[in-house]
């Protein structure tokens, strides 16, 4: 879940770990995915991406000095 407004990005444990890989195990199928997704729109939630968080952000923000290269992922979901 976002930290700003209601979007909402369902992934790994490590956000970007799947950008581009296979399935692997563990990994929600087609259909468990559809009801995830089903269940964030109807709770208002814009479902997010992960590709298109991981590309670069350069519009105004409170980004912490040490981000060398802002991204959307950052902009709206922070560090852990």
């Known amino acids: 879940m976002s930290k700003f ?23 929600l199928d087609g259909a468990g995915l559809a009801k995830v997704n089903r269940a964030l729109v109807e709770l208002s939630y814009v479902v997010v991406a992960d ?23 950052a902009r709206f979901f922070g560090f852990f």
């Not at 407004?5 to 296979?22: I, K, Q, R």
């Not at 590709?51 to 992922?73: F, I, K, M, N, Q």
């Open 5 to 27: 407004g209601p979007l909402a990005l369902v992934c790994a444990d490590n956000p970007g770990a799947f950008l581009g890989a296979e399935k692997t195990e563990g990994e």
């Open 51 to 73: 590709e298109l968080l991981e590309s670069d952000y350069d519009g105004p923000s409170l980004l912490p000095s040490h981000v060398e290269r802002p991204t959307w992922w």
